[in-house]
């Protein structure tokens, strides 16, 4: 079972703008930053009550993300939700017919276990489960 709302993912073309938007006009505070060397990702990290809000940018225009943005443009990228034994979860989720993209959990932007739900299996909406 899915516990809670972890994040929701939102890509940008600019960090520096968009952090600039979330932190000083709509008064979000001052984010964690996170560079994904290993992803081409930056991203920053704003906490809010009982979830956050993730800034994606990607670093390199030959990554998910940078493919994303140059069909779709900037904007909600992906849902993030909580769950125990995500490992039991995929497996069970792939026993009912779910489309996953990620066969095993992977280590995530903070550090947690994560893995991502197909958006074919979901109506549209990618969804990223943590641990």
Request: proline share 5%.
């Amino acid at each position: 079972m899915l516990k809670s709302l972890n994040h929701i993912g939102i890509v940008v073309k600019s960090l520096d703008e968009s952090v600039r938007i979330y932190r000083d006009l709509l008064g979000l505070g001052e984010p964690q930053i996170v560079e994904m060397k290993d992803m081409n990702l930056k991203v920053a990290i704003f906490k809010m009550e009982g979830y956050k809000i993730e800034l994606v940018e990607p670093t390199s225009p030959d990554t998910t993300i940078a493919r994303f943005l140059e069909k779709r443009g900037p904007g909600i990228h992906h849902l993030c939700f909580n769950t125990d034994k995500i490992e039991e979860k995929l497996e069970m989720l792939k026993a009912n017919g779910v489309i996953l993209i990620d066969q095993k959990p992977r280590i995530g932007a903070m550090g947690k276990k994560i893995a991502f739900v197909s958006p074919k299996s979901t109506n549209g909406v990618l969804i990223e489960l943590s641990e």
